[in-house]
């Protein structure tokens, strides 16, 4: 079992719809939650952090988490098309010092004019 | 602008020849990261400096690579020997704050091995 499991997609929704984008992660003392954006050819951008359970939003996203179920997700409302993207759920371990993040594969979103 | 620059931007490089490769954060940037990106998969983590200590290196990091962040602030990442393997995006990344593991990420290096 992979550590950090999204669905690769590619997942499309039409111009204005919410898109929806999940992760569950293994290790259940994982204390701090991100979601990064990453365009083709470029690095990735961070979106959005949460720390505890339940929701929190910024403008159009909305990071949700859920620790007893291990998951978390990201709502994108009023989808662009410069929201297509690749988005990556990455986690930091209870283990190790260094704190490094852990990431899914990916989600690739495509927002349809 | 995440305040981390790196170089060069794209290396191309015949196999078994060295490459290194910089990542220059702004000062205040305490903890910085190593990160290795191939296609269709998230980055995954190399090595960790706070300061100038390398504090965690990944069993990914084999024999051929080395790590330096002298004085705390730039870092350079060797590869020595480079095997078709190594190509990939190399993206160093870095924390803004003490209390907090958000990371900003460089624009990468993204590298060619023929």
């Known amino acids: 079992q992979k550590e950090v499991e999204q669905n690769s997609g590619p997942l499309s929704v039409p111009e204005g719809a919410i898109a929806s984008l999940n992760c569950t992660y293994s290790?259940?003392?994982?204390?701090?939650f991100f979601w990064y954006r990453q365009y083709s050819g470029k690095s990735p951008e961070l979106i959005m952090f949460?720390?505890?359970?339940g929701d929190k939003e910024d403008g159009r996203f909305t990071a949700q988490l859920n620790k007893a179920s291990q998951y978390v997700s990201l709502l994108i409302r009023d989808s662009q098309p410069s929201d297509s993207a690749t988005y990556l759920c990455?986690?930091?371990?209870?283990?190790?010092?260094?704190?490094?993040?852990?990431f899914g594969s990916g989600t690739q979103l495509t927002v349809l004019p | 602008d995440t305040g981390v620059s790196q170089n060069p931007r794209h290396k191309i490089t015949k196999r078994g020849q060295n490459v290194t490769f910089r990542c220059d954060p702004i000062?205040?940037?305490?903890?910085l990261y190593w990160y290795r990106q191939t296609l269709g998969q998230g980055p995954e983590f190399l090595t960790y400096?706070?300061?100038?200590?390398?504090?965690?290196k990944s069993r990914l990091l084999s024999d051929r690579f080395s790590a330096e962040r002298p004085k705390g602030s730039f870092s350079t990442l060797e590869i020595q020997r480079t095997e078709q393997g190594d190509s990939a995006m190399y993206l160093c990344?870095?924390?803004?704050?003490?209390?907090?593991?958000?990371?900003?990420f460089g624009p990468g290096t993204r590298l060619t091995v023929l």
């Open positions: 990455a986690v930091n371990p209870s283990s190790g010092s260094a704190r490094q993040l852990t």
């Open positions: 949460i720390y505890s359970n």
């Open positions: 990344a870095t924390t803004r704050d003490k209390s907090t593991d958000t990371q900003y």
């Open positions: 000062s205040e940037h305490n903890r």
């Open positions: 290790d259940r003392g994982s204390q701090s």
């Open positions: 400096f706070q300061n100038e200590a390398q504090l965690e």
